[in-house]
């Protein structure tokens, strides 16, 4: 079964500065998907970013960033010039790639623990 | 544009009383559709998820059932709530290469 590791439950940054959040994965798979989801006070679940196994290019999405290490399993989310807007718990998700009609992954995501973020002013 | 909605947004109940909450989409047909608990302000454990009316799938062993009577609604009910059915319930859809996710109803058993 695939599982996907957040070992930093809290985390705090600077505004304007630069934060990293990590991610560890484990699956017998080799093409999937990872997802990084936010998750604000309002406790609605954003997604921020997202990272196809096959592509070696790590996605970017304005000031997120990952950097996807796929021998490693690791795919960390980098937040630069930290707003305060950005402070929420993050999710790392992990999805296999679904295989169609007689396939049984249903898209399903499997997700970290989280990890909470505070921005300092 | 496809969107995802959820009610109540909140809700109180005694153990022992009925459950019901509903999920429904817009602007898409024959999504996959899924429902989460999230107990503790931590980690979403899947519950149940659907590809098509009438088919649901279970995850994990517990107090609660979903049901699909319409292509883009789906309900989480039980019939007798437990304490520790108590968190904060997300509803979501298959949409391309991810999930998105309605805005949750946060369910306090006392």
Redesign the interface.
């Known amino acids: 079964a695939q599982t996907v590791t957040q070992s930093q439950p809290e985390m705090s940054v600077q505004e304007a500065e630069t934060v990293t959040l990590s991610c560890t994965y484990d699956t017998s798979e080799s093409d999937y998907y990872l997802f990084w989801y936010k998750q604000p006070p309002s406790r609605q679940m954003i997604l921020v970013i997202r990272q196809e196994a096959y592509k070696q290019q790590n996605a970017t999405e304005n000031r997120f960033s990952v950097n996807f290490q796929k021998a490693a399993k690791s795919f960390s989310l980098k937040i630069s010039d930290s707003q305060l807007g950005d402070a929420a718990m993050y999710f790392c998700a992990y999805r296999r790639v679904s295989r169609g009609a007689g396939g049984t992954s249903y898209g399903k995501l499997t997700f970290g623990q989280g990890t909470i973020l505070t921005v300092h002013p | 544009s496809q969107t995802i909605h959820q009610w109540p947004a909140t809700l109180v109940q005694p153990v022992g009383s009925p459950l019901s909450l509903e999920c429904t989409v817009e602007g898409t047909s024959n999504p ?1 559709l ?1 429902w989460y608990r ?1 107990a503790a ?4 454990q ?1 519950l149940f ?1 659907s ?1 098509g009316i009438g088919q649901i ?1 279970s ?1 994990v062993p517990q107090n609660l059932s979903a049901s699909r009577p319409q292509d883009r609604q789906f309900i989480l009910s039980s019939k007798k709530l437990l304490l520790s059915d108590s968190g ?1 319930y ?1 509803c ?1 859809w ?1 949409y391309l ?5 309605g ?2 109803t ?1 369910l306090t058993v006392t």
């Open positions: 996959n899924y999230q302000g931590r980690g979403l899947l998820y590809v799938s995850e904060f997300l979501a298959k290469a991810g999930q998105y996710f805005p949750g946060r």
